[in-house]
């Protein structure tokens, strides 16, 4: 997999809190523990452990149907607009925040997938990107913007838009 082969980018907002059961470990190394939560992330994903990770699936599915998962997300690049959690899960981070990340690591991440077809999903994420060329937006897959009928139409045009294979 090259980074020309992603097709696909998703911005969501910021992280949301941890499940009660997560925990990492504190050592030996810095690396341990980002494999660690590599593998938990890519689990609750495949897995489709809440409404936020199924949601995310179906776009995926919609996107590359008949590829297994593996292979969905050799095309696909997952973010948050803003890498800090907010104080209160769903809460509102500050502006300077906002500004700060994307300057930071939001715009170089975007700039490694100039192909990439760049999806804001969510509010939070499409102010945080204005601004930036192309970007489409789209209902959040988190609720309460997953819980809107426009939600999956929105969703829905993502995934015609990717497998028309324009950014």
Known sequence: MTLDDVRLVLVTAEPGDPYGSESYPTGPTPRAILEASCRYVFEVLRSGKDLYHRNLRYILNGCFPGKPFEAQLEHTWITDSVLCSAEREGGSVSISVGHECRARYLEAQLNLFPNAVVVAL???ARHRLAGWPSV??????????????????????????VRAGSP
Do not use: L, Q
């Open 122 to 124: 969510g509010s939070k």
């Open 136 to 161: 489409m937006s789209a209902f959040s897959v988190a609720p309460p913007g997953c819980n809107r009928k426009a939600a999956r139409p929105s969703w829905d045009a993502v995934i015609e838009r």
